[in-house]
């Protein structure tokens, strides 16, 4: 018997994926990601400055942070004041790994790029829309700083976006929410550029282990999803 997701969705479907840019009036680039019923704000800002290991590399730095709001789960999550928790790290550091591969670091010079994403829902996937979003947001604030700096406009590369694949009931299945989550055997994240290059590849077998067809299967899958997220977030920037 065929799964059915809680959702209505297609095996091979998206959520409904909307991305409002300039979402905030201060950062120099923003935007509201909504996956679903996931919701993260993205923002970002630059500094004239670089951490004290690269300064006179030439070199500049992209950074990020994620948090999730307390209201943005059933149960209250506490906010992390004193001492980040290992998810929110490990996470943090993969927005700033993928969005680094669409950066000319060497080009943005003596800069940091300041990335922020704050999950107001959370429906599941909240890593991959952080990344998604928060692409669109760095470009905006390129796009706008680059008016007074035109140099800036060499920094990007290339595009770079983030699925959730997995095995739900073992069923290869896209963008899992958090009922798909719940019950699926593999649960992967996917960031690829829109050069086609893998940056992450994150899989986990969480009931019985998969084999290279299964996971060939996934990553098929999850092209079909990054290619839909390269377009709207294309529509988005335009």
Request: hydrophobic residues 40%; neutral net charge; glycine residues 10%.
């Amino acid at each position: 018997m065929a799964v059915t997701r809680s959702d209505g969705r297609q095996l091979d479907q998206l959520r409904e994926v909307k991305i409002t840019p300039n979402y905030m009036e201060n950062p120099s680039g923003s935007c509201l990601i909504e996956v679903g019923k996931t919701r993260v704000i993205c923002s970002a800002i630059l500094e004239e400055t670089v951490p004290h290991w690269l300064k006179g590399s030439g070199n500049g730095w992209l950074t990020a942070e994620y948090s999730m709001l307390p209201g943005s789960s059933s149960q209250r999550i506490s906010r992390e004041r004193s001492k980040l928790g290992g998810r929110t790290q490990e996470i943090q550091r993969l927005i700033g790994r993928s969005l680094r591969a669409a950066i000319d670091l060497k080009a943005l010079g003596e800069r940091s790029l300041l990335v922020d994403c704050d999950v107001l829902d959370a429906d599941g996937g909240t890593r991959t829309a952080a990344i998604t979003g928060a692409y669109v947001a760095v470009m905006l604030a390129v796009k706008k700083l680059s008016t007074k700096n035109p140099a800036l406009k060499s920094i990007v590369k290339c595009g770079v976006a983030a699925v959730s694949v997995g095995l739900v009931e073992g069923y290869p299945s896209l963008d899992l929410h958090y009922d798909d989550d719940k019950r699926a055997q593999v649960d992967m994240n996917i960031v690829k550029t829109s050069a086609g290059e893998y940056v992450e590849v994150q899989g986990t077998a969480e009931g019985l282990p998969f084999g290279r067809k299964g996971l060939n299967d996934l990553l098929d899958l999850a092209d079909k999803g990054l290619d839909q997220l390269f377009q709207i977030q294309n529509a988005a920037l335009s």
